[in-house]
């Protein structure tokens, strides 16, 4: 049974970081593309950060270059996202993704269930 588990979200003031994990189960983490995705109150979901299979590529969605930073341990089955900076904007839940690149989960989409992000005074 394929899981995604995220944790590390919670309430943090304007200029405070937070790390978010996480914890990949029921397939071969390595065989995966991961990315974090937000959704804030009345918005779409946003692809935030990705990361290739083995952490050699990244890619950050404007807003978030210079401030957050996302890489993975393929040894312990997991994605990170640290998170500096923060700001109001950035409040919302984050979803961890897992894409399949090679067989056999080539194509597969994966979903975690959340973690909430709250950014305020």
């Known amino acids: 049974q394929v899981q995604l588990v995220e944790s590390g979200g919670g309430l943090v003031q304007p200029g405070g970081s937070l790390r978010l994990s996480c914890v990949a189960s029921g397939f071969t983490f390595s065989g995966a593309a991961m990315s974090w995705y937000r959704q804030a109150p009345g918005k779409e979901r946003e692809s935030v950060a990705g990361i290739d299979r083995f952490g050699g590529t990244t890619n950050y969605v404007d807003s978030v270059k210079g401030r957050f930073t996302i890489s993975r341990d393929n040894a312990k089955n997991t994605v990170y996202l640290q998170m500096n900076s923060l700001k109001p904007e950035d409040t919302a839940v984050y979803y961890c993704?897992?894409?399949?690149?090679?067989?056999?989960?080539?194509?597969?989409?994966?979903w975690g269930k959340g973690t909430l992000v709250t950014v305020s005074s």
């Open positions: 993704n897992a894409r399949g690149a090679i067989f056999p989960i080539y194509g597969a989409n994966y």
